[in-house]
């Protein structure tokens, strides 16, 4: 086993499906979903980097969905130092978009982020066929999580 493994043989996923959350919603604009919340009991709570942009940006698709936790957005307001305005979004969009169009991008800034996996249920017969997740996120995150681990490449090429 790699020395790169054994830093995190303790790491253990967390599954946020069988926890009970409160979600809180908030109108941006014109948007009619606004920004989003998720609170759990234990004081957790996950947004999304989408909040930090405007709805007309996010038309453009040249930014990748990814979750916030509060760590995340205390970091990010503490950082660019931001007070969360649209308006200043707007101003300093130029200046948001290297740090939060992506996930990768993110973790260039902020290398001990926590990664969340969003999947989706669906109905199925099978227990093993009713989670899916979203093959791009999964494909970006890989190679985030090896870098984390300082793990080489070259490990995993057969």
Request: aromatic share 10%.
């Amino acid at each position: 086993m790699s020395i790169s493994t054994l830093n995190f043989k303790g790491t253990k996923p967390v599954d946020y499906c069988d926890r009970e959350g409160n979600v809180s919603t908030s109108k941006k604009g014109n948007d009619p979903n606004g920004k989003w919340k998720i609170t759990y009991p234990n004081g957790e709570a996950l947004s999304s980097n989408f909040d930090f942009f405007l709805n007309d940006e996010l038309e453009t698709h040249s930014i990748k969905f990814f979750i916030l936790d509060d760590s995340d957005e205390k970091w990010i307001r503490e950082t660019l130092k931001l007070s969360g305005g649209d308006e200043e979004l707007r101003t300093r969009n130029e200046e948001l978009k290297p740090v939060l169009k992506s996930l990768t991008d993110f973790v260039n800034h902020r290398e001990n982020k926590r990664i969340y996996i969003r999947e989706v249920w669906i109905t199925s017969e099978k227990p093993s066929e009713r989670r899916r997740v979203f093959t791009e996120e999964v494909l970006e995150i890989i190679p985030i999580i090896l870098k984390q681990q300082n793990a080489r490449i070259e490990e995993w090429e057969g």
